[in-house]
T-cell receptor
């Protein structure tokens, strides 16, 4: 069935360093890949997304890359700050259909 | 900016009781979803709803679950006879085409 694998499950970085989270998806029909940030007890908040016809997208300190052939996509956060500490979820979706989430990465940014 | 709202924020119920979780999606969105998140785990798809009918559902969404859009603004999830394992955070979401916006969630505790 459809599946999204996410690694690592936990990531600890020093403030100012970069953080990279990687995901793979199984359904080749997936064409939309959002990333969500979830703080403790809060809702998932969309931070960036990418469609399958684009290989890379950047928004300030956050970038996402997509390799459709390999069914890999990654989140890159540069110049990390303590407030970036949260759980990050990747997800994959076919338009109008269900979103399949990865298991999440708990990011700790140490000051 | 319009937001998805959910009520109640926390629901405590006895096993075997019925619960109804309510959501008010963003007004011009066409797709509606329910997800659940067991504490510390990933977000899991339950059901999607489009054009006044279920468009897709997961294995979790069995006969104990139902959804309804009773009045064109509210979107409800009913659990007929709650089980202990139904304890989770339930998120409503909606979308136009791509981006899904999540509500703040209802924490359901089944005793």
């Amino acid at each position: 069935g459809e599946n999204v694998e996410q690694h690592p499950s936990t990531l600890s970085v020093q403030e100012g360093d970069s953080a990279v989270i990687k995901c793979t998806y199984s359904d080749s029909a997936s064409n939309y890949f959002p990333w969500y940030k979830q703080e403790l007890g809060k809702r998932p908040q969309l931070i960036i997304d990418i469609r399958s016809n684009v290989g890379e997208k950047k928004d300030q300190r956050i970038a996402v890359t997509l390799n459709k052939t390999a069914k890999h996509f990654s989140l890159h956060i540069t110049e990390t700050q303590p407030e970036d500490s949260a759980v990050y979820f990747c997800a994959a979706r076919k338009e109008g259909f269900k979103t399949i989430f990865g298991a999440g990465t708990r990011l700790f940014v140490k000051a | 900016e319009p937001e998805v709202t959910q009520t109640p924020s926390h629901q405590v119920t006895q096993m075997g009781q019925e619960v109804i979780l309510r959501c008010v999606p963003i007004s011009n969105h066409l797709y509606f979803y329910w997800y659940r998140q067991i504490l510390g785990q990933k977000v899991e798809f339950l059901v999607s709803f489009y054009n006044n009918e279920i468009s897709e559902k997961s294995e979790i969404f069995d006969d104990q679950f139902s959804v309804e859009r009773p009045d064109g603004s509210n979107f409800t999830l009913k659990i007929r006879s709650t089980k202990l394992e139904d304890s989770a955070m339930y998120f409503c979401a909606c979308s136009g085409t791509d981006t899904q916006y999540f509500g703040p969630g209802t924490r359901l505790t089944v005793l």
